[in-house]
């Protein structure tokens, strides 16, 4: 059982950090982005292309992978967050101008079928995988083994997370996005660029979910449909945690990614999007605003 808990733990971080992304966007945009997923994918895929040019770096440690491929998730990072702002620019900046938050759903959801299209025509349909090395695993605690990646994977959620807190807290940039996600139109008056906070948001929250659609590839597979299965679970986690609560995201990333792993040997594998759901909903009935939503 403790394996499964372990499990859970390396996908609820992936999951995470895809959730704070989806909480980031309707904070400062209020609307659910179905294309979020899809930014997970092109991560992914941005990095395999330029880790081949590193492809004879040595691996780090116990890892499967070296520096250049560190390097390459930073590239891909980076252009799965000017596809973002692209994607705003050329699509959702428009449609907010109707102040009809159903049609930037609608067309995000439109965009993501699009999106997903454009991988497959130019990655083909087949899964690919960053690396062909096998990951040795190796028993942390009694009863739970676990992959060097899955270690990194784990340690590197848990960096991010902080890092992200201390920018939201400590930074003037966080600072003023709080603003933003509190009255855009009392940061307006106080003097803070609120188009310059969209992109931000746009940027931040784009590049988290390209950090986790990587990490989903290291530990499991790199596949068109990623970006897709992991949309839902990711919404789960967003509305169990309490939409707009970025801790709330982080604790309902991880309690989807548990109850979806504990879950296999009871009922299967193939039922994980079901039980995410149906916990969800139960949570729900004691807790309407999610975990960490507000109360009043």
């Known amino acids: 059982m403790m394996q499964y808990v372990a ?49 004879g770096a040595a691996p780090i440690g116990p890892l499967t992978f070296g520096w250049g491929f560190l ?35 609608i067309a995000s959801f439109g965009a993501s079928l699009m999106l997903r299209n454009v991988v497959v025509f130019v990655w083909s349909p087949r899964p690919e995988y960053f690396s062909r090395t096998i990951a040795v695993s190796r028993e942390i605690v009694p009863g739970v083994r676990m992959t060097g990646d899955e270690l990194f994977v784990v340690a590197l959620t848990a960096a991010l997370m902080l890092a992200l807190h201390l920018f939201l807290t400590r930074s003037s940039l966080g600072r003023s996005m709080r603003a933003v996600s509190d009255d855009p139109s009392l940061a307006r008056v106080a003097g803070i660029d609120v188009q ?67 879950s296999v040997p009871l009922i299967g594998a193939a039922y994980k999007p079901a039980v995410a759901f149906t916990l969800m909903f139960l949570i729900l009935l004691v807790y309407p605003q999610g975990i960490l939503g507000d109360r009043s």
């Open 7 to 55: 499990n859970g733990v390396v996908l609820g971080a992936t999951l995470a950090l895809g959730a704070i992304g989806l909480t980031l966007t309707y904070n400062i945009l209020r609307f659910a982005n179905f294309a979020h997923g899809e930014f997970l994918t092109f991560g992914a895929y941005f990095t395999l292309v330029f880790a081949a040019f590193f492809a």
């Open 71 to 105: 390097l390459a998730a930073v590239i891909g990072l980076v252009l799965s967050a000017l596809l973002a702002l692209v994607l705003d620019r050329l699509l959702f900046r428009r449609l907010r101008r109707s102040d009809v938050t159903v049609t930037l759903v």
């Open 196 to 262: 310059a906070m969209i992109r931000w948001t746009w940027f931040i929250g784009a590049g988290l979910a390209a950090v986790a659609g990587i990490l989903f590839g290291l530990t499991v597979q790199i596949s068109p449909e990623m970006g897709f299965n992991l949309i839902l679970p990711m919404f789960a986690a967003t509305i169990l945690g309490g939409i707009g609560s970025i801790y709330g995201a982080v604790v309902g990333g991880l309690i989807i990614g548990l109850a979806q792993e504990l």
